[in-house]
C-alpha cells in the first residue's frame, strides 16, 4: 500500500511498520514540537466522532500530511485510552467505522479485499463478488436491523454467503468497530497522563457535556426522573447513537407509548441510530403502538427483560419483590416523587395499573 492509503487506513500493519522505520518513538509523539500537529489531529479524531459521529477528513497533500494522519490514529487511541471514558469508546468506534466505511466504498474490490485481511475478516472473491462462510456474516450482522441482512433474504450457497461491494464494506465497518472496542482502552503510563492532561480534560468535558445531552431528558410532561434504570440505559444508547437489540427496542417502545409519549417523539429518540431508517422505524413504532396491527402491546415485564439481557443497572426500588414490570416500577417511583416536599404534579392517567391487559398483548418480537 502507498503511503496515501496508509493514511486512509492507519490501523493497517505497514502503517504501523511505516512509524517504526521513521523512528518515531512514544516520548516523540506525546511531547516534541514536530509532532503537534499529529498531537491535535489526533484530538480532532475524537471530537469530530462526538460532535459528527463520523471523522472528517484530513487534506492529504504532502508526505508529512500522510505521515501525520498515520500518526493521529495512534494519537487518538492514546487520547481516549487515557480519557477512559466507555461512552467516549464507543462513539470513537463507531466514528472511525463509520469513515472506513465510506472509504471502502469507492475503492476497487482488491483494495476491499486487503482491508479484509488485515481485519482478520475470512473471505474470498468467486468471480470479482465477495464471499464468506454464513457464520462469520451471522456474527458480524446480529446487530443490524434491516430485513436485507437477514440470512434468509441473502443468497447462500454452499454454506457461503455472497455480498455486493458495498455491503461487505459495511460488514467490514462492524468488524472495525468490534476490533476498536475490543481493543480500547489501551493500558497508559504515569507520564503520558501527565504530558497530555490539557487535551485528557477538554476531552473528558466534551464527553460530560453529551452524555448530558443524553440523559434523560425533555420528555416534557412526563416524569422521566421516575424512568427505571432499564429504559434509562436504552434511551441513553438510543441517543447516543448505540445499536439496541430487537427486543430492546421493543421494550423500550412499548414502554414509552404506554406512558404516554407520541409516536413521533418515540421516532425522534432512535434519530441517532447510527442505521436509523425513518420509514422503518416508523413502521416498527406504528406496529407496536397498535396503528397498523390493531393490538397496542405491552412492555415486556422483569423476567422478560432480564431473560433479553436488557435488565441492567438495578437499583433498591428494581430489589422490591412486587417490582415485577418497568411500568410498576415508574409508577411507584412516580408516587414517592409526588410526596416528596416541594414536589410537581405528574400527570399518570396513560399509565396502565398493574394488571391491566385491557386491549394490549405483551411480545418480545
Ligand atoms: S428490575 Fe425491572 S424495572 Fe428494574 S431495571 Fe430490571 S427490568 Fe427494569
Request: glycine share 4%; aromatic share 8%; charged share 30%.
Amino acid at each position: 500500500m502507498e503511503i496515501k492509503q496508509l493514511a486512509r487506513y492507519p490501523f493497517v500493519k505497514p502503517a504501523s511498520e511505516l512509524i517504526k522505520q521513521e523512528n518515531i518513538s512514544l516520548e516523540d509523539l506525546l511531547t516534541h514540537q514536530a509532532f503537534s500537529g499529529a498531537r491535535h489531529r489526533g484530538k480532532q479524531r475524537i471530537i469530530d466522532s462526538v460532535e459528527k459521529a463520523q471523522v472528517q477528513d484530513a487534506k492529504l497533500t504532502s508526505k508529512e500530511d500522510m505521515l501525520q494522519e498515520i500518526l493521529s490514529y495512534a494519537m487518538a487511541r492514546i487520547l481516549v485510552s487515557s480519557v477512559g471514558d466507555g461512552f467516549l469508546i464507543r462513539r470513537y468506534a463507531l466514528a472511525e467505522a463509520k469513515t472506513v466505511y465510506d472509504h471502502l466504498q469507492t475503492e476497487p474490490i482488491d483494495r476491499v479485499m486487503e482491508i479484509a485481511s488485515e481485519l482478520g475478516v475470512d473471505a474470498t472473491l468467486e468471480r470479482d463478488v465477495p464471499s464468506m462462510h454464513f457464520a462469520d456474516f451471522l456474527r458480524y450482522t446480529s446487530g443490524i436491523r434491516s430485513k436485507e441482512w437477514k440470512l434468509v433474504n441473502t443468497e447462500v450457497k454452499k454454506g457461503l454467503v455472497s455480498l455486493p461491494k458495498i455491503k461487505f464494506a459495511r460488514v467490514l465497518e462492524q468488524a472495525f468497530h468490534d476490533k476498536i472496542e475490543d481493543e480500547l482502552p489501551l493500558p497508559v503510563a504515569d507520564w503520558m497522563i501527565k504530558a497530555l492532561k490539557d487535551d485528557i480534560q477538554e476531552l473528558k468535558n466534551l464527553a460530560e457535556q453529551m452524555k448530558d445531552r443524553y440523559k434523560v431528558e425533555g420528555f416534557g410532561e412526563i416524569d422521566a426522573e421516575s424512568f427505571p434504570p432499564c429504559i434509562r440505559r436504552l434511551i441513553a444508547m438510543a441517543r447516543s447513537g448505540e445499536n439496541i437489540s430487537h427486543p430492546g427496542r421493543f421494550a423500550l417502545t412499548s414502554f414509552l407509548f404506554s406512558i404516554g409519549l407520541s409516536r413521533d417523539e418515540i421516532l425522534a429518540i432512535f434519530a441517532s441510530s447510527p442505521d436509523f431508517d425513518e420509514s422503518k422505524t416508523r413502521y416498527q413504532i406504528d406496529h407496536i403502538t397498535g396503528e397498523i396491527s390493531g393490538t397496542k402491546y405491552t412492555p415486556p415485564e422483569c423476567s422478560t427483560m432480564k431473560s433479553f439481557g436488557n435488565c441492567h443497572n438495578i437499583d433498591d426500588l428494581c430489589r422490591q419483590d412486587w417490582v415485577k414490570h418497568p411500568l410498576i416500577y415508574y409508577r411507584a417511583k412516580s408516587r414517592r416523587r409526588r410526596k416528596q416536599p416541594g414536589a410537581k404534579t405528574v400527570p399518570q392517567a396513560s399509565v396502565p395499573a398493574e394488571g391491566d391487559k385491557t386491549a394490549t398483548k405483551s411480545a418480545t418480537t
